[in-house]
């Protein structure tokens, strides 16, 4: 799950970069980028509904949540 939310903040950091490309090519860019963005957004959204209730608890006590 690391990796997974490691590339996706990597091509959040593509894409913020990609807003200074010509517009042809930030089109072009647009088309490949966003697919993979919403791909691996969808994977983590649903693993953080597959996690149980009590170990979200323990999760959200560690980072000082609750």
Known sequence: MN??????????ELNAISFSLEPHSFKDFQKL?????????????????????HIEELNNKLKGVI
Request: charged share 30%.
């Open 3 to 12: 990796d997974l939310i490691n590339d996706l903040n990597k091509l959040y």
């Open 33 to 53: 980028i966003l697919p993979m963005i919403k791909e691996k957004e969808i994977i983590i959204q649903s693993f953080e509904k597959e996690i149980p209730s």
